[in-house]
Structures are given as structure tokens and as C-alpha cells.
């Protein structure tokens, strides 16, 4: 056994330094998405009657439950565990899959890992070091939630810590036993993802359906169980142990599983295509490449539309006449009436969640240059603009497709004018569309920072998602081009100039993109 580790550590100080920038910004982010909440809850829900009256409202709304999860205290503590604690967690195991999907999967994917292991390194220190850098990511993550509540009660403070850190734990495994499966990153990221966001849906239905959070599908989801240790609310901290039972249990069905594979090998390979192509034409080999995710992500706002549609009247119960909350949900949202508003911020989110979008799609250019499949392509009668054109064309169109139906889903949860859902949500597109070209730039101009385009993309969503709430100056507010949208359904008249301007804008980042990209050596 002890040969099998060999190298472990020389492997885990690499892995830490390749994410020596990436590893700390997501650090950040899942801590941040706790630690700003209870200034702007205590400035919202500033006496004990408004918490009661949130704790009682919440607790007797379905719809909110499932977004949010039951409300178990009426103490800041709790209302921020409550508020912040699944997102958290959630934001957690995306964190930890990507660690470990990239240091094992993705080593061996791009023949990095046959080279390592030419050197002395035991068969099972590759992912033993994954899960190590993962441990090391989630435990910092735990130690600044716990340090950052701890004034707000010490028992409290280290339950939603370590409830957080053991949720990315525990998907890090499952991670670990997707790259044994699959056999490329993509399809193991995709994997754990769809494992994540099930694990959301059971939590949410189950909480939907139960106003303590006893629903027995709560109960089967690890987002479930960071709900149930109740974090400022009577911990149950025996909860952890759960965590702690089927994290050993999936490592060592992963060490299981790493162990009766060759190197490179899977236990679910890749079909053999035809042995006659079919693909006509190199935008007709990007929409094979890209539409499964393309389907997945529209199917994911279609429900995300009539989920949040379906909540606007229960928000706006929610809302009542706490004047704060108002003014909050009116700044990312729209002045004419809060149903109007909730509908503006839900388009307004659903905008900023489709930057991801298109940043993973364009990128997607990088993935296929990096991975050697683009040379051979481009050895052939297909230029670099027509291979660069139909990922570019998915990437755009794909936006475009997959807010249209967060619209139609928005108009048809809440059962009003459909066409104004539709139109709001399309109103996000320019700005998406800015995010989209910044992206083709990255690739085209500087690809090894192309990577950086995730931090504009998120950079966008935290200022939108939390600049509000923490009422943050307006200069910085207009740092992202969604603060530059108008405020739809509800305004009195459309604002095009601004979608013009952004427009124009995404235009010429796009073409200045192509531009480098063609005149630009190929990455090796």
C-alpha cells in the first residue's frame, strides 16, 4: 500500500499550485456567499417580530420552501444558515468536482499522467492527491465560515462550517468515482454535475412537500442533510456522521474502482462512431459536439422559469410592507410593483446564469485546440474562422434558445402575460452576448488565459446576485454590463439604447476575437 502512495505529496503540492489562483477565488465565493448575508438580513429583518413574521411566512409557503429550504430559528445566525447555507454547500461540491475531475480524469485525458507516471509515483497517488487538494480547498472553506459567524455563536458557527466543508467533501467522492467511470473530464463533470443538481431537485421537492424538512426525500439528498444539522437552530450534529459515513464509503469504492483499470481505460468507454463520417460541414460537427449540452441547459431554464414564475405571488406575500426588502428587490429589479419587480430580478438571474452558458460553449474552442482535436480539422479544407464560426454560432444561438425558454416557463408559472416574460428574459441577451465575445477574445488574443473569462462571468453574477443586497455604490454596481439593462416587465418604455450599445459592443469584441485567432499560432 505504501508504494501505491508514492508521491502523493510531490503530486498534491503540484495540484496545489496549478490552483493556486482558481482554488482561492472559489474559496472565497463559497465563504462570501455565507459571510455577507447577516449584515443585510439584520438591516432587513432587523426586529424579532419581522423574523417571526419571515419565519412564519416561509414555513407556510411551499414554493419558498423549495428554493430556500424551511426556516428552523428566528435568530440572524439562523436565517443566514437558512438563506445561505444550501447555496453554499452547493457552490462547495462544484468547487470539489472540478478539483478533482481536473487532477485525475483530466490528467489522464491529455496524457500528463502517463508521463507522471513514468516517475515514482504508486498507482493510487494521482487521485489520493485529488481528494487531498479537494480536502484541503473544502476545510479552508469550512474554517473561514466558522471564523467569520463565530460572533454570532460558536456551536452555530462550526455546524454550517463543517456542514458545508464535509457537503464538498462528499461530493468530492463522488467526483472521484466519476472519473473512474468516464472517459473523458467532460462527461465526469457532467456526471457529478447532474448528481449535484439531483440532489437539489429531491431536496427541493422534499421540503416543498414538508414544512419541517422531514420529507423522506429530503432526507435521501447530502443537500438534505446539511439542511438537518440545523445549524444555530439545536444543532444535530450527529447529522456529520452521516457525511462522514458515505464520504469513506464512496473513496473506497473510487480506490476500488482505480484500481482494476489501465490508464486511460473506463468502465463506460466512449461508443465507436460510424466508419463512414456523416458530418458535412465544421458547424455541423460543433452542434454534435455541443448539444447535448445545449439540450440539458434548455431543459434547466425551462423549469427554472416556472419554478421562480410560480413563485411571484408568494414573493410578493413574502415582501408585505418591509420597506427594505422592497427597495432591495425594486434596485435589481424593476419600480412598477413588486410582482413586476420579483419577475424582473428572476429574468435578471436567469441573464446572469446564462453568461455561464456561453462562456463554457465558447470555450469549448479552447478544449478542442488544447486537446489536439482542432489540428487535424484545420489540416484539412476548413479554415479557421468556418471551425471557430459554428462553435461561435451554438454559443450565441444557445443563449438566445435557452433564455426563450426561461421566459416561456417564467409566463407560464405565473400565468400572465407570457410575451413580457419572454421579452425580459431576451433583454438579458446583449449582456450575455458582451460575456460571450469577452470569452472569444481570451481565446483568440491570450489563450492560456482564456480560463480568466470564468472570473468575468462570475464577477458579473456576484455583483448582480449580492452588490444589491449589500448596497454597494452604483460605479461599481455598472462594472457589469447587466446593471445597463432595462428593468423588465414594467417599464413604461423599452430603453434600446443600452441594447444597441451592448450589442454593438459584444459585435466588435467578437470580431477583434476572430481577428487574433486567425492570425495566432495554434496552442501545442
Avoid at 307 to 312: E, R, S
Avoid at 319 to 333: K, Q
Avoid at 381 to 399: I, Q
Wanted: with cysteine; net charge positive; charged share 15%.
Amino acid at each position: 500500500m505504501k508504494n501505491q502512495l508514492a508521491g502523493t505529496g510531490t503530486l498534491l503540492r503540484l495540484a496545489l499550485r496549478r490552483d493556486r489562483v482558481m482554488m482561492p477565488v472559489w474559496i472565497m465565493v463559497v465563504a462570501m456567499t455565507v459571510l455577507s448575508l447577516p449584515a443585510s438580513l439584520e438591516s432587513v429583518y432587523g426586529t424579532a417580530a419581522e423574523r417571526a413574521r419571515l419565519l412564519g411566512t416561509m414555513n407556510t409557503n411551499g414554493s419558498l420552501r423549495a428554493l430556500y429550504g424551511p426556516v428552523f430559528g428566528d435568530s440572524i445566525g439562523a436565517l443566514t444558515a437558512w438563506r445561505g447555507g444550501i447555496f453554499a454547500g452547493v457552490l462547495a461540491g462544484i468547487m470539489s468536482l472540478v478539483v478533482v475531475v481536473r487532477h485525475t480524469r483530466e490528467e489522464e485525458e491529455t496524457g500528463r499522467q502517463e508521463l507522471l507516471s513514468a516517475a515514482m509515483v504508486g498507482r493510487r497517488a494521482p487521485l489520493t492527491a485529488a481528494l487531498l487538494a479537494a480536502l484541503t480547498a473544502n476545510v479552508l472553506a469550512a474554517l473561514l465560515v466558522t471564523g467569520g459567524l463565530a460572533g454570532r455563536g460558536a456551536g452555530g458557527a462550526l455546524a454550517l462550517g463543517v456542514g458545508i466543508g464535509a457537503t464538498g467533501m462528499l461530493f468530492a467522492a463522488l467526483a472521484a468515482i466519476a472519473a473512474q467511470l468516464t472517459e473523458s473530464a467532460r462527461l465526469a463533470k457532467g456526471l457529478a454535475g447532474a448528481l449535484i443538481g439531483a440532489a437539489f431537485v429531491l431536496r427541493a421537492a422534499g421540503d416543498a412537500g414538508s414544512a419541517g424538512g422531514s420529507s423522506a426525500l429530503t432526507w435521501v439528498s447530502p443537500l438534505g442533510w446539511l439542511e438537518h444539522v440545523r445549524a444555530f437552530a439545536a444543532e444535530r450534529w450527529w447529522v456529520l456522521g452521516l457525511f462522514a459515513a458515505a464520504v469513506a464509503v464512496q473513496v473506497a469504492a473510487a480506490y476500488a474502482l482505480a484500481g482494476r483499470r489501465d490508464l486511460g481505460m473506463s468502465f463506460l468507454p466512449a461508443r465507436p462512431g460510424p466508419a463512414e463520417g456523416r458530418l458535412g460541414s465544421a458547424g455541423a460537427l460543433a452542434w454534435r459536439l455541443q448539444r447535448g449540452s445545449l439540450i440539458g441547459w434548455s431543459l434547466g431554464f425551462l423549469v427554472a422559469g416556472v419554478v421562480f414564475g410560480g413563485m411571484t405571488d408568494g414573493a410578493t406575500q413574502l415582501v408585505g410592507d418591509n420597506e427594505r426588502t422592497r427597495e432591495i428587490i425594486e434596485r435589481m429589479g424593476g419600480q412598477s410593483g413588486i410582482a413586476d419587480a420579483f419577475l424582473a430580478t428572476m429574468a435578471g438571474m436567469l441573464g446572469m446564469v446564462a453568461a455561464l452558458y456561453i462562456v463554457s460553449a465558447v470555450l469549448r474552442l479552447s478544449g478542442e485546440e488544447s486537446g489536439q482535436r482542432a489540428e487535424p480539422l484545420l489540416a484539412n479544407a476548413v479554415g479557421r474562422l468556418r471551425w471557430a464560426g459554428g462553435h461561435l454560432a451554438v454559443a450565441f444561438g444557445g443563449s438566445a434558445l435557452i433564455l426563450l425558454l426561461a421566459g416561456l416557463g417564467l409566463g407560464i408559472g405565473h400565468g400572465r402575460d407570457v410575451g413580457a416574460a419572454v421579452g425580459a428574459c431576451l433583454a438579458q441577451l446583449p449582456a450575455v452576448w458582451v460575456i460571450g465575445a469577452l470569452a472569444a477574445l481570451l481565446h483568440g488574443a491570450a489563450p492560456r488565459y482564456a480560463v480568466a473569462a470564468w472570473a468575468v462571468a462570475g464577477t458579473a453574477l456576484t455583483l448582480g446576485w449580492i452588490g444589491p443586497a449589500l448596497n454597494l455604490p452604483q460605479a461599481v454596481l455598472n462594472l457589469s454590463p447587466f446593471a445597463h439593462l432595462p428593468k423588465l416587465p414594467g417599464a413604461e418604455a423599452v430603453a434600446w439604447a443600452p441594447l444597441c450599445a451592448l450589442t454593438a459592443l459584444a459585435a466588435a469584441l467578437l470580431a477583434a476575437g476572430l481577428t487574433a485567432l486567425r492570425r495566432r499560432d495554434l496552442a501545442a
